[in-house]
């Protein structure tokens, strides 16, 4: 993840102005599907699969009845507009919520193509090297 000092992105759940988040999808098609339109062809990345890794506490946004809590629909947090102002505001300033409250991250709905996949967006370097301590080091990439 990118030290906000140096870059800072902005997207759904990372405030361009706050800290940067690192954005996960749950399949390979997800990852496709967030990638390739910003950032180029597939072949120019390498795309690692982990099993058996523990991710807790996490806020579900793709769960009804935990939008419901929060105080949310699915189209405000999926809706996809000609500035990113409009997109963000509302997943940002959920973001920021979860952040404070000391959510680990957010799994959340996709929002391009189809929208048949889910993301994982984590919150904190520290918290990513703790998880990954437990990956086998040998992990290759997956076959283009």
Known sequence: MTDRNAYSSWGRYDHKEGENAMYLSKTLPGNKTELVPHYGRWDEYNTYKFDN????????LTD???????????????????TEIDMYDIPNTIAEWARKKGYNGIIAPGTRGVKDYEN?????????????KHVPSDIKPIEK
Request: no cysteine; glycine share 4%.
């Open 53 to 60: 890794v523990s991710i807790g506490n996490l806020l579900d």
């Open 120 to 132: 994982i967006i984590l919150f904190n370097q520290n918290y990513i090297d703790d998880v990954l």
């Open 64 to 82: 009804d009845a935990v939008r419901q809590k929060v105080g949310v629909n699915l189209d405000a947090i999926t809706k996809i507009t000609e």
